[in-house]
């Protein structure tokens, strides 16, 4: 092989730009016993990629799966919430107090303020949706459906 035509792989192996039949004719050079002086430093790294692939692992990896293990775990995750939220429990009991009233009139107008507030913020709401339904009728007129 021409040495010129080494170096030029070379270079273009380094940029990653070789094709498979580049990459053989490069294994098969520098597996040769005739290297160039200044190439010689290349020649462990094609070397070990053909010894790389014939090396076998010897080693059993265990296929076991790790689903019990995140079962049990999500078991003990919902027991250290239950057990939260029962510690919490017990440790602040509900108010009595939840705001009733005895007498029915205090009542009715305690809940006619209330609505009035909800039905004002209501309101507010439908005032906003108008200005959206004045850009879709915009858009309907700019952008005309066929």
Excluded: C
Aim: negative net charge.
């Amino acid at each position: 092989m021409e040495l010129h035509n080494i170096e030029s792989l070379l270079e273009k192996y380094f940029q990653g730009e070789t094709s498979i039949a580049e990459e053989n004719e490069l294994r098969n050079y520098f597996s040769s016993a005739d290297v160039a002086q200044h190439l010689i430093q290349y020649k462990p790294l094609f070397s070990y990629f053909i010894h790389a692939k014939e090396e076998k692992s010897a080693k059993q990896i265990p296929l076991q799966s790790k689903k019990r293990y995140v079962a049990w775990l999500s078991v003990a995750a919902s027991v250290v919430v239950l057990l939260g939220v029962a510690f919490t429990w017990f440790n602040n009991p509900p108010q009595e107090d939840l705001g009733s009233f005895d007498d029915p009139e205090i009542a009715f107008r305690e809940t006619k303020r209330a609505l009035a507030l909800l039905s004002g913020n209501v309101n507010k709401g439908i005032e906003s949706m108008q200005y959206v339904q004045e850009y879709e009728n915009t858009k309907g007129q700019v952008f005309l459906k066929n």
